[in-house]
């Protein structure tokens, strides 16, 4: 055939005749169907076949002179070139014999339903994603509405966003040309499908594969009208054949995509409700998300570099199938070695909306609430675009934001795609961002506080600094990190560090469990709007035990394989009375106390009969992360110890648990935190491989001051000479036993020549805020030189 190709006759050389997706999908028909990939396989229009189409009636040179009038900025008269050129091609008709073609390799898939996908020789490439600037369209039946939708793929080669695009990129309108794919639907309608990239989207880790799903037809994630599920894969444990999952984040998943009974390719599917009890749990299980992983390192391998992926899950036979495969083109294209830019707020505001962050700047300008793409020229270039979701035809006016804000999407949708691809800062998943911001107002727009991104009221200032990472001087002790939140371990792993000293349980149990551990114990005997609400958290996981041991399994788990092989130092929870009460049902468990800093708080909680269940789950989830994962660079600390005796029923309570200090490596630490532990630092070290200074509780204890008040908190000062006095015997008698010794309390952070006068007492390790890292390690190069 002169027009159509089949698509198992075309691979990663045949761009030029099929266009980039068309090729990469012949690429795995060819070369990894028999290495265990699903793939569909179907037939491609020609270049040629488009090239010829527009030869008809001079339509090529109508269009070329109409495009050398572009101005991408120039929303209104792009808008008017684009229509006039799509109305050119819908009106032009195509040869019989291409028509005849079609005809041919439709009847041959015996298919009544196909897909029918855009494939342009400027699309998919290493360079650019060009992501979603041409058109698709699902479940098309019949040969009258195969054509249609040929015809109107034909035209989205000229869509206002195509055609801004190609400026942009400074890619030859006249040169680019267009294929289409025609493969059989996969009944997704009836399962679920996603998008995977093998590389974190955000920090550019590529120790990961991040699978993200919803419900029916994979539109619904692209347009980003889902939130979807999101699941974390450690590539190293994945080929080792251990549990790879790292972590899983429940998505609201709120509609699916269907099919319509419509012939017209353009209302052949629609938007559907998903019950209550499916938002409430995952669409895939644990096996499908590891068998997509397994797919997704298969292909990955066979490029050569990360990968941008979509798939489906038929929902008729169950089976999981790769519908495309792209390189990924915007993070993986990063230098992290050249420096990373940091972003920090100076003060913080009114929080007007919360969503999910993307990428890690900062946007600040006037909002534009905008409901309808006709009226996005309202936006100017630095305002905020805030809308309920992005598609392509929102692109042109994209660029010219400082900030974008969405109800709806995660971080595979439209919107943050072209986000990162822009460099712009977008907050996506916000439910209420259009409600609750009012146009014309100033805001600032945060992504550089995590997974969470902030839309906070009126102009806040903010400071970027560079960092640069690379050929660090070589100084007389380690530093390590402290890490609080899972979601900034993939970025913070790449400063410099030798891992982490201090990584904190509490905050895990507070941002990702956010239930008091003994509520979800007594789940069953627990009433009224409590009981509910813990029913519906825990939903998807077996029960809300299981919920609470396996979210502490991913948090550890993530930060673990973050770092991996330096070792990352775990406390146990060191919550006081106070902060468990505001966990959900905390207040049921929890007593009163005049100054929770010195009650029931730390080892004490662990033997005592009322939290020692409690106990038991964090220990559960370390064993699941090291003996499960194999992640054995997962070591524990234990804080607040009172005296020798309870150190040591601690320690049996924790080998009880088969967590036996020194076997697979396992270390346990001490917190060095009370002058006790100080005054009798040789019979402590007996039972524990070392000490972790906590200063801001040891200066606490030491100057017998309160520093949760305000009343004393100006003569709260690690560097006095009481308190170096202990830290001077600490670090003697560790390094004296040949036992660790570092320090995770804020002190070196804040204080440069505490951290240079810890250097030259000997101590092993400083445990440091990750923002402060780099100048410190850079400033106590210099004093070692001195």
């Not at 290495?35 to 001079?58: C, D, K, V, Y």
């Amino acid at each position: 055939m002169k027009y159509v190709t089949d698509l198992k006759k075309v691979n990663l050389s045949s761009i030029a005749l099929v266009g980039g997706k068309n090729a990469s999908t012949g690429e795995m028909i060819q070369n990894l169907v028999k290495m265990g990939i699903r793939t569909p396989g179907g037939f491609a229009t020609t270049t040629e076949a488009f090239n010829l189409f527009l030869s008809q009636n001079h339509l090529d040179r109508d269009i070329s002179k109409l495009i050398a009038k572009v101005k991408s900025a120039n929303i209104k008269t792009l808008n008017k070139i684009s229509a006039l050129i799509q109305r050119k091609i819908m009106s032009t008709p195509f040869l019989p014999e291409f028509e005849a073609e079609i005809s041919s390799a439709y009847k041959k898939l015996r298919q009544p339903a196909v897909a029918v996908r855009s494939s342009a020789t400027t699309e998919d490439l290493a360079s650019a994603s060009f992501a979603g600037a041409q058109k698709t369209f699902l479940n098309v039946r019949g040969l009258k509405n195969l054509l249609r939708a040929v015809k109107l793929v034909y035209a989205s080669l000229y869509t206002a966003r195509a055609i801004a695009y190609r400026y942009d990129k400074r890619f030859d309108d006249v040169h680019s040309a267009i294929s289409v794919g025609v493969q059989p639907m996969i009944r997704s309608d009836k399962g679920a499908s996603g998008v995977i990239f093998t590389i974190d989207t955000e920090s550019g880790f590529d120790k990961v594969i991040i699978i993200n799903a919803t419900y029916g037809l994979g539109e619904a994630i692209v347009q980003g009208s889902v939130n979807p599920d999101e699941f974390i894969v450690s590539k190293p444990l994945l080929e080792e054949g251990r549990f790879a999952i790292l972590q899983r984040k429940l998505g609201e998943k709120a509609l699916k995509m269907i099919y319509t009974a419509d012939s017209n390719p353009e209302k052949s599917i629609k938007s559907a409700i998903v019950p209550k009890k499916d938002q409430l749990r995952f669409c895939i299980t644990d096996r499908e998300i590891e068998r997509l992983a397994k797919q997704a390192l298969i292909i990955e391998k066979h490029y050569g570099k990360p990968m941008d992926i979509e798939w489906a899950k038929d929902g008729l036979n169950g089976q999981l199938y790769i519908l495309q495969a792209r390189p990924e083109t915007v993070v993986s294209q990063m230098n992290r070695e050249q420096g990373i830019e940091r972003y920090a707020l100076a003060g913080k505001g009114e929080v007007l909306s919360r969503g999910q962050s993307i990428g890690q700047r900062i946007g600040k300008g006037r909002a534009r609430v905008i409901s309808d793409p006709k009226k996005m020229h309202a936006v100017k270039p630095g305002d905020v675009l805030v809308t309920d979701m992005t598609d392509p035809d929102w692109e042109p006016i994209m660029k010219t934001a400082s900030a974008i804000v969405t109800n709806r999407g995660g971080r595979t949708c439209h919107a943050a795609i072209i986000a990162r691809e822009l460099g712009v800062p977008a907050v996506v998943g916000c439910g209420d961002a259009t409600r609750m911001i009012k146009d014309n107002r100033n805001v600032t727009v945060s992504c550089a506080e995590g997974e969470i991104g902030y839309v906070y009221s009126g102009d806040i200032p903010y400071t970027i600094k560079k960092v640069t990472v690379k050929d660090m001087p070589k100084i007389p002790v380690k530093l390590c990190m402290n890490i609080g939140n899972p979601e900034k371990a993939f970025i913070n792993r790449f400063l410099p560090n030798h891992g982490v000293g201090l990584a904190r349980l509490e905050f895990i149990i507070g941002t990702m469990i956010g239930i008091h551990p003994n509520a979800v114990i007594a789940h069953k005997k627990l009433k009224g709007s409590v009981r509910q609400a813990i029913a519906d958290k825990t939903a998807a996981y077996k029960n809300p035990v299981e919920f609470y041991i396996e979210k502490l399994r991913e948090g550890i788990a993530v930060i673990s394989a973050a770092f991996y092989p330096q070792d990352v130092i775990f406390r146990f929870s060191d919550f006081k009375s106070n902060e468990y009460a505001n966990l959900l049902g905390g207040d049921l468990f929890e007593p009163l106390e005049e100054n929770p800093m010195i009650g029931f708080r730390g080892a004490s909680r662990y033997r005592d009969k009322k939290f020692i269940k409690c106990f038991e789950l964090e220990c559960m989830a370390f064993k699941r992360v090291r003996d499960q994962m194999g992640l054995v660079n997962a070591q524990l600390m234990i804080p607040f110890v009172r005296t020798v005796e309870e150190l040591r029923d601690v320690m049996t309570l924790i080998a009880s648990y088969g967590l036996k200090r020194g076997e697979n490596g396992l270390k346990i630490y001490m917190m060095c935190e009370i002058p006790s532990n100080v005054l009798l630092a040789s019979e402590f070290l007996k039972q524990v491989d070392g000490f972790s200074i906590g200063s801001n509780d040891l200066t606490q204890l030491t100057l017998g001051l309160d520093r949760d008040s305000s009343l004393v908190s100006n003569l709260f000062d690690e560097r006095d000479a009481s308190v170096k006095a202990l830290l001077h015997q600490a670090i003697s008698e560790c390094n004296k036993q040949g036992k660790y010794i570092g320090i995770c309390g804020q002190g070196p952070s804040d204080h440069p020549d505490f951290a240079a006068w810890l250097m030259h007492e000997g101590i092993q390790c400083m445990s440091l805020n990750p923002d402060t890292i780099i100048e410190t390690w850079l400033m106590l190069a210099e004093k070692n030189r001195q």
